[in-house]
């Protein structure tokens, strides 16, 4: 990913850059990220605005999802990928070492290009997030 543009809306362009910490969801600071020896996020540098539906858009391999998953940590599973800079929500950073990244995956989901299941059962599937939060028994937690 060489640059990117951000506006919001096309006939009030902002310079999301300018944008105060008040009204900022994410703010990305010279954002780096290499799989392996390869580097695929160059320097990014830009804020995300608070109550705002915002589109990366761009071509096939620039690196969009890649950045997306730097927001809740998931290419921390990527073996070999490695991260610098800081991406802060809501003030803090994501990448320290004290956050816990369930609980950050929990408030920023991300709905996959491709159905992308675990080899369980569909059930298992569909209450993942459950065991996750160490839910043993789903039906008395429904009833709860
Ligand atoms: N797990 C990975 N290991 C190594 N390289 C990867 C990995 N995932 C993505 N890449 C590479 O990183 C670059 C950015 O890929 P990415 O999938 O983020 O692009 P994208 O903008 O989301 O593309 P698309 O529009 O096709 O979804 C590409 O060169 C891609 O080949
Ligand atoms: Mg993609």
């Known amino acids: 990913m060489i640059s990117i543009n951000a506006n919001i809306g096309?006939?009030?362009p902002v310079d999301?850059?300018?944008l105060p910490d008040e009204k900022t969801a994410l703010a990305i600071r010279h954002?780096?990220?290499?799989y392996g020896n390869t580097q695929a996020l160059f320097d990014i540098n830009m804020r995300i605005p608070k109550g705002k539906v915002t589109a990366f858009i761009g071509p096939?391999?620039?690196?969009k999802s890649t950045l997306l998953r730097c927001i809740n940590r998931m290419n921390d599973l990527v073996d070999g990928c490695r991260v610098e800079?800081?991406?802060s929500l809501h003030g803090t950073n994501v990448y320290d070492e004290a956050v816990?990244?369930?609980?950050?995956r929990r408030s920023v989901g991300m709905v996959f290009q491709r159905p992308n299941p675990f080899p369980k059962s569909i059930y298992e599937n569909?209450?993942?997030g459950l065991r996750l939060q160490?839910?043993?028994?789903?039906?008395t937690w429904m009833m709860q």
């Open 10 to 12: 096309l006939l009030n």
């Open 16 to 18: 999301l850059s300018a």
């Open 85 to 87: 800079g800081e991406i």
């Open 100 to 104: 816990d990244v369930p609980a950050l």
């Open 60 to 63: 096939s391999g620039c690196g």
């Open 31 to 34: 954002l780096n990220l290499f």
């Open 134 to 139: 160490g839910v043993k028994n789903v039906r």
């Open 126 to 128: 569909v209450i993942y």
